[in-house]
């Protein structure tokens, strides 16, 4: 069964950058470049929410607290997506889950088990 496996959270101070990445255990089948990749998060009490997405010709999208702070990208050859996160704040503090969005042959979502991120001085 496929797992998404994410690496790369931690306990940093305010605005210093974290970079996470996210791969599947095994390769999913199907195109690669039929899945949406994505990021989302949550903090305790709260709902999970989009942090940024990147489609397979490089479209992103991104939640407005994090525009110009953080930068999603996507390698196909490895099957892996980044979250670059600079200048990082404590509201940044959750857990942050990465997703794969398949959408060809069929609508299917592949979620990771989640990686900390604290921003705490």
């Known amino acids: 069964q496929v797992q998404l496996v994410e690496s790369g959270g931690g306990l940093v101070q305010p605005g210093e950058s974290l970079t996470l990445s996210c791969a599947p255990s095994?390769?999913?089948?199907?195109?690669?470049?039929?899945?949406?990749m994505g990021w989302y998060r949550q903090a305790p009490g709260k709902q999970r929410e989009l942090v940024a997405s990147?489609?397979?010709?490089?479209?992103?999208n991104y939640a407005d607290s994090v525009k110009g702070r953080f930068t999603i990208s996507r390698n196909n050859a490895k099957n892996t997506v980044y979250l670059q996160m600079n200048s990082l704040k404590p509201e940044d503090t959750a857990v942050y889950y990465c997703n794969f969005h398949q959408t060809y042959p069929m609508a299917y979502d592949y979620w990771g088990q989640g990686t900390q991120v604290t921003v705490s001085s």
């Open positions: 990147v489609w397979n010709g490089g479209t992103t």
């Open positions: 095994i390769t999913i089948a199907g195109s690669i470049f039929s899945i949406l």
